[in-house]
């Protein structure tokens, strides 16, 4: 099993050590391994351009890989400047594709027009770090699904919530489904989703997947189009 973080860090929030706006970032990713009962500590160190990207100058962006566990049911992402500078957190309580015969991992929402990509197990995935895209920027969708056995036929299903004040509507403005298939292990899913009919709004992207026999599995994820 492999976490992958994607982060996002306001350029505002940065200082730069010399002219050209390289700067140097301390990323520190925290596990909390629940069958092991211990944390695990990783530490990136490294130097980053700011603003050199020209669809995103805003924010300095990546991702980060390193091999975890199925016990992981904690994480979070320290994001700090030398001893005399407080760092940025972030956290998330979600474990990576649990213990389930079939489960979904989180669902990573790009744009694939912002520029800002990564490569996960080989596969080519947009990123959207800020969370937040215009509604003319096509949305993509990946998200893996883990499973104990080979499925012929499973049906996904995506629907798209309005929320408002943290109330989801209770009809989706967008809902579709199809059907496909699952390998034993591991099976990466990509998908375009058309978002140009939307109002500017926050909304909630469920995903859902059936199998023959009445068992699901779900995840969501949460999207702003401004």
């Known amino acids: 099993v492999h976490a992958h973080v994607v982060y996002g860090i306001p350029v505002r929030e940065l200082v730069s050590s010399d002219d050209q706006g390289s700067t140097p970032i301390t990323l520190q990713v925290r596990l909390w391994d629940s069958v092991a009962n211990h944390w695990v500590d990783t530490t990136f160190d490294g130097s980053f351009q700011s603003g050199s990207h020209p669809a995103r100058p805003d924010i300095v962006h990546g991702a980060l890989a390193f091999p975890a566990s199925g016990g992981v049911t904690f994480w979070d992402l320290t ?34 027009h912002q520029g ?54 209770a009809r989706p403005a967008l809902q579709l489904s199809y059907s496909g298939a699952l390998r034993a292990g591991l099976t990466a899913v990509q998908r375009g989703l058309d978002v140009s009919r939307f109002h500017p709004g926050t909304y909630q992207l469920n995903v859902m997947i059936s199998v023959p026999g009445g068992a699901t599995a779900s995840q969501h994820a949460t999207v702003v189009l401004h």
């Open 79 to 112: 994001a700090s400047q030398s001893q005399n500078r407080f760092g940025v957190v972030a956290g998330d309580d979600r474990a990576p594709l649990g213990p389930p015969s079939f489960s979904i991992s989180d669902v990573v929402v790009g744009a694939p």
């Open 116 to 169: 800002l990509l990564t490569v996960i197990n080989g596969d080519t995935v947009a990123l959207m770090p800020m969370g937040a895209a215009a509604p003319n920027d096509p949305l993509q969708l990946f998200f893996q699904v883990r499973s104990d056995q080979a499925r012929p036929q499973v049906t996904t299903t995506l629907a798209v919530f309005a929320t408002s004040k943290h109330v989801i509507s």
